[in-house]
């Protein structure tokens, strides 16, 4: 199976921060990684996509980068609504596997 | 619109085998690169992916839970079928069900979620 290990596992920041997370697969996984936002009790919502492509709908101040092994979800300026926690997710090949999430809280 | 929703007991006791049926619309699982997934999360911890099921009625299963789950579909009722035996404390979570599509098979939209606690 393929690890995806986040780092880090939490953090804490103010409104207008520019946030950064990144996650690491235990192979190379191409560009096949997707970032996704959950907010308490919710569903997981997609942000990226193949590890760079913002889902349509998602603010602009979310970007993705990497390929291979390493990859980087940027916030450039928090926003109160973008407290919550975030998985990464290779989809190179199954059994698909899922970070261990990163939290991100209010400074 | 695309939409899925999960249902299933909210109660099972150790032992016995728990069924979820995750019901979609907007979408048919007939078209090429469609697929359904199931993740679930626990209380409190990570979201972990349980298996997945495509129109070509291909099956692929988590390697630490393979022996206990079963993924079917019901292709008329556009709805897709999850067991998994055994059922443990531990296997406490909010069950989702999430489509999938071909390409960098991104699991969108999800279910709202469905809470299965296992208790006796």
């Known amino acids: 199976d393929i690890q995806m290990t986040q780092s880090p596992s939490s953090l804490s920041s103010s409104i207008g921060n520019r946030v950064t997370i990144t996650c690491r697969a235990s192979?190379?996984?191409?560009?096949?990684l997707n970032w996704y936002q959950q907010k308490l009790g919710k569903a997981p919502k997609v942000l990226i996509f193949?590890?760079?492509t913002l889902q349509s709908g998602v603010p602009s101040r979310f970007s993705g980068s990497g390929s291979g092994t390493d990859f980087t979800l940027t916030i450039s300026s928090l926003q109160p609504e973008d407290f919550a926690t975030y998985y990464c997710?290779?989809?190179?090949?199954?059994?698909?596997?899922f970070g261990q999430g990163t939290k991100v809280e209010m400074k | 619109q695309v939409t899925l929703r999960e249902s299933g007991p909210a109660l099972v006791k150790p032992t016995q085998t728990l069924t979820l049926t995750c019901t979609f619309s907007g979408f048919s699982l007939s078209t090429r690169g469609m697929c359904v997934n199931w993740i679930r999360q626990p209380p409190g911890k990570a979201l972990e992916w349980l298996a997945v099921?495509?129109?070509?009625?291909?099956?692929y299963y988590s390697t630490s839970l393979k022996t206990r789950l079963t993924i079917s579909k019901d292709t008329s009722k556009n709805q897709v079928v999850l067991t998994m035996t055994n059922m443990d404390p531990v296997d406490t979570a909010t069950y989702y069900c999430a489509r999938g599509s071909s390409g960098y098979v991104v699991f969108d939209p999800w279910g709202q979620g469905t809470l299965v606690t296992v208790s006796s």
């Open positions: 193949g590890a760079s």
């Open positions: 099921i495509d129109g070509d009625d291909d099956k």
């Open positions: 192979q190379s996984i191409s560009s096949y």
């Open positions: 997710q290779q989809s190179y090949s199954t059994p698909y596997t």
